[in-house]
Structure formats: C-alpha cells, structure tokens
C-alpha cells in the first residue's frame, strides 16, 4: 500500500473514532462506553440528514458517521424502518450505493442486526484465509444465550449451511472442540452462589490434566463452566500451584491448542480488557492500513 493509502485509511479510523460518544472522566456510572443511546435521538432529523448526506453535492461522509456512531443499535434499527417508511427505499443499500471500501463495510456492520453480523463475521473467521479464527472463539464465547441461538439461526439462513458443520470442515485440534462445545450453547449459568468443592475439583483435575493427551478435559471445563466459576478457578489454580493458570498453558500446550486455550482464558478473566486490547491492537494494525478490523472490533463489542 502506498503512503497515500495508508493516510487515507488512518484518517478514516480517526474520522470515525473522533465523532464516538466517548465518555470523559466526569460521566456517570453507567454512560460509560462508546456506541450507546443517543439521549435526544430524533428519528425524523436523522432521516433527512441521512438524505441529504446521500442525495446532496457529493456524499456528505462525515454526517453519515456522525449519525451512525452515534446511535445505539436500536436506534440504528429505528432509524433503518423509519427510513423505509418515508422514502420506500432501503437505508442499507443506499449507503451502499454511496459508499465503498471500508467505510461501505463498517455501515453494513452498524446497520445490520446483531445476529445478522455476528453471522457474517463468524462465517469470515471460519472461511476466509487469512482471517483471525479467533474472532470465532470471540462471538461463539461472548454471546449469551439467546444472542448465540439468533446468531446460528441467522447463520443457516443466510449461508444454508450449518455453522457446526463448517467448524468441521475448517478448523481441526483443540479449536475444533472448543468451537464445537461453545457452539451447543450448554455454559452453565450462574445462579449467584460459587460451588467451591467443584472449584477445587476442577483445579485439581486441571493440575492432573496439564499436557497435550488430556485437552478434552480442558475443553469440558473451558467451556461448561460460567465465567463466575471459571474466575474462581482461575484465582485457586494460581493459590494452589503459585503460577496463574496461562502461565500453565504456555508451560504445557504449543501452537494453535496454546492460542486457543489463551484466548478463552482472556476472554473469560475479563471480558471487557479483552475486547479492549483486540481494539488496541487493531488500532495499531489501522496505521498500517487495516482500518477496518479497528471498527469491527467496535461493532462486535456493542451488545455486550
């Protein structure tokens, strides 16, 4: 990629990042975060703006990012009928006829439904070369339930295809029997009370189970147990053993099962620092040119 490129595509990302809700330091607990509601979100006003975006001199891109940024999903979705409603026309494929490159993607992101996104990005990570398989493990691991079901709905039906079936064909080893447990849904729920004999039980299994003959174990507990529980694990692994429980990983799995496993293991240790750093880390990679796994990153984060 050019200089030039690589200008355009870091503008785009600070264009985009600069017109976020962020929080400042004096907020209120609870309007903390990015993508949010918009407290004097006005559908009509929105509506016209976005015509005029589209339909004026030139393609007004910084209203349209203004606008969709700043909109929670909901509104985004309110906004889309609304839209429909008024012009007989479809929001999505007129930003699309508008638009192009990653800007084009990101919108399409923003606008969809949830599942509907979730869906594709599942699909990307598990069909496209390339393309990080642990984007995956992000969505199959973070979604409540109900999200998950919409998600592997919205999968069959846009893609007619199984997602449990792909995971088959695509992937192998450990990932393989992670995505595959994760993808049945059957995470125990936490019903507010710590089972403490089943902590330890799991740490000493854990303890006996460290090496690659015995990463079925680690899968069942991986991806049975609630993040609450798993948390508690995780702090009497590392009392128990006076290591922490990736330090294990590192020590006693290579390659893919090691990823794998590190990557659940951040995921459920602190979800938000997790998505935090993914967002980090493809900031870095948006100066280089690959602005748009920056807003993707965003987007996935959302409904959490």
């Excluded at 006996?208 to 948390?231: D, Y």
Aim: with cysteine; charged share 25%; net charge negative.
């Amino acid at each position: 990629m050019s200089v030039t490129g690589e200008v355009m595509q870091s503008s785009l990302t600070q264009e985009i990042l600069s017109h976020l809700g962020l929080a400042n330091k004096t907020a209120a607990w609870g309007t903390l975060g990015t993508l949010r509601t918009f407290l004097s979100f006005g559908v009509d006003k929105d509506v016209h703006r976005l015509l005029r975006a589209i339909t004026g001199q030139g393609v007004d891109h910084s209203a349209i990012i203004d606008v969709l940024t700043n909109r929670s999903r909901e509104q985004r979705q309110l906004l889309s009928r609304a839209f429909w409603e008024r012009t007989q026309q479809d929001l999505l494929k007129s930003l699309q006829a508008a638009l192009s490159g990653n800007l084009e993607r990101i919108v399409v992101a923003l606008l969809q439904p949830a599942a509907q996104s979730d869906a594709q990005e599942l699909r990307m990570a598990l069909k496209t070369s390339g393309f990080a398989k642990d984007v995956a493990l992000e969505i199959l691991a973070t979604r409540a339930l109900p999200q998950l079901q919409e998600c592997l709905a919205a999968y069959k039906l846009h893609f007619q295809a199984e997602a449990e079936e792909d995971i088959k064909s695509e992937t192998t080893s450990i990932l393989q029997d992670l995505l595959l447990a994760l993808a049945k849904g059957s995470r125990e729920s936490y019903c507010g009370i710590t089972d403490y004999n089943l902590a330890e039980q799991d740490v000493q299994a854990l303890q006996r189970g460290e090496g690659p003959s015995t990463e079925r174990l680690w899968v069942l507990i991986f991806t049975q147990r609630n993040p609450e529980h798993l948390r508690r694990v995780f702090d009497l692994y590392q009392w128990r053993t006076g290591r922490s429980l990736e330090e294990a990983v590192r020590h006693h799995f290579n390659g893919d099962a090691q990823a794998a496993l590190l990557n659940l293991a951040s995921v459920v240790r602190n979800t938000p620092l997790y998505f935090a750093d993914k967002l980090h880390q493809s900031l870095q990679d948006a100066v280089k040119g690959d602005c748009r796994q920056a807003l993707l990153a965003l987007c996935r984060a959302e409904d959490l």
